[in-house]
Antibody, heavy 117, light 112 residues
Framework: EVQLVESGGGLVQPGGSLRLSCAPS????????MSWVRQAPGRGLEWVAS????????NYVDSVKGRFTISRDNAKQSLYLQMNSLSAEDTAVYYC??????????WGQGTLVTVSS | DVVMTQSPLSLPVTLGQPASISCRSS???????????LNWFQQRPGQSPRRLIY???NRDSGVPDRFSGSGSGTDFTLKISRVEAEDVGVYYC?????????FGQGTKLEIK
């Protein structure tokens, strides 16, 4: 059974940084693209970033380019999202998701990031 | 960016009655490999999203057959033949044909 477990969310001040982690299980992590998708309180879904199997190809939504970095450690079976220069607009539940070209087939339970002073 | 537009945004439905959600894309979702990368997700209250349909009309394992997807090019539809109480939630379409991946605004289905 595919499982994706996020961690690292919490309260951070504007301008601060946070690193999210995702621990996958139930599939061969190193063989799959992975993604982060977020959902602001009471709002819809927004794709944030994706990374290919080896980490050589990364894509970001414009609003996070230069501030967020997606990465992975296949040896440790972990996916990360380093978030810098956070603002209130980044407050959201962040979902780790498995990406297969053209679709997202599995989602984690999400971790809440709150940016507030 | 490909803009995904859903309608209606709110959908009150009587139990046992059909429901239909439209999703239109600002560009064709036919990829160079010939596949059409249009997906539908369900998000029940307090839960993570769950994929229902991929490539327009392919149901995921465990998805009841009362859910069906159709469409082509830029115009797509999710239909529920007979709404049940467990179908309450928000439904999103998503295109996977180009970066950035984009979602529709979501359609909130509720029971009348």
């Amino acid at each position: 059974e595919v499982q994706l477990v996020e961690s690292g969310g919490g309260l951070v001040q504007p301008g601060g940084s946070l690193r999210l982690s995702c621990a996958p299980s139930g599939f061969t992590f190193s063989s799959h693209w992975m993604s982060w998708v977020r959902q602001a309180p009471g709002r819809g879904l927004e794709w944030v970033a994706s990374i290919n199997q080896g980490g050589s190809e990364k894509n970001y939504v414009d609003s996070v380019k230069g501030r967020f970095t997606i990465s992975r450690d296949n040896a440790k079976q972990s996916l990360y999202l380093q978030m810098n220069s956070l603002s209130a607009e980044d407050t959201a539940v962040y979902y780790c998701a498995r990406y297969i070209p053209g679709t997202i087939d599995y989602w984690g339970q999400g971790t809440l990031v709150t940016v507030s002073s | 960016d490909v803009v995904m537009t859903q309608s209606p945004l709110s959908l009150p439905v009587t139990l046992g009655q059909p429901a239909s959600i439209s999703c239109r894309s600002s560009q064709s979702l036919v990829y160079s490999d010939g596949n059409t990368y249009l997906n539908w997700f369900q998000q029940r209250p307090g839960q993570s999203p769950r994929r229902l349909i991929y490539e327009v009309s392919n149901r995921d394992s465990g998805v009841p057959d009362r859910f069906s997807g159709s469409g082509s090019g830029t115009d797509f539809t999710l239909k529920i033949s007979r709404v049940e109480a467990e179908d309450v939630g928000v439904y999103y379409c998503m295109q996977g044909v180009q970066w950035p991946l984009t979602f529709g605004q979501g359609t909130k289905l509720e029971i009348k």
